[in-house]
């Protein structure tokens, strides 16, 4: 893990880790506390904003994010579940170059329109490298049936 900051389009992420590889993210991931994935400007900025469920124009009570600890049914390897994780919004940070994937801790509060976890109380933990992203798009793409359903049986 590189342990010096990414440097943001103005220098101002805080330092903290960037994992580079999905290794790296799974001992992250099973060191502990539950894990959340963002995709978004970073830590500061959300710190000064609040996530918002545009269909409705409603403010949430948290930030939204993706959880990276898998659920005890999840009996593939870690690495799965992070690459499918990771690639549920990744197009985010795509299409946006302000945003990136940022790994973080918090406190559940409520969940959003699409069921997922609303959090106050975010501490960053580590940002996501481009090759998590590549790793992730390389994994997901080779191990799951992207979009089959219960009617492709």
Do not use: C, N
Not at 85 to 113: C, I, M, N
Not at 142 to 152: E, I, M, N, Q, V
């Amino acid at each position: 893990m590189d342990t010096s900051s990414r440097g943001g389009p103005s220098g101002d992420r805080p330092s903290i880790p960037t994992v580079t590889g999905l290794a790296e993210l799974a001992d992250l991931v099973t060191g502990g506390d539950r894990l959340y994935l963002r995709y978004s400007e970073g830590p500061e900025k959300d710190s000064e904003s609040v996530s918002k469920d545009y269909e409705s124009g409603l403010e949430l009570p948290g930030l939204s994010v993706s959880v990276l600890t898998p659920e005890a049914w999840w009996t593939r390897p870690l690495e799965d579940w992070l690459a499918r994780q990771v690639r549920k919004y990744a197009p985010l940070a795509e299409e946006d170059t302000s945003r990136f994937g940022w790994v973080l801790r918090g406190r559940t509060v409520a969940h959003g329109p699409d069921h997922e976890p609303l959090l106050v109380g975010v501490r960053p933990v580590a940002y996501l490298a481009d090759s998590v992203m590549e790793e992730a798009q390389v994994r997901y793409q080779s191990r799951f049936a992207k979009g089959r359903g219960p009617t492709d049986e």
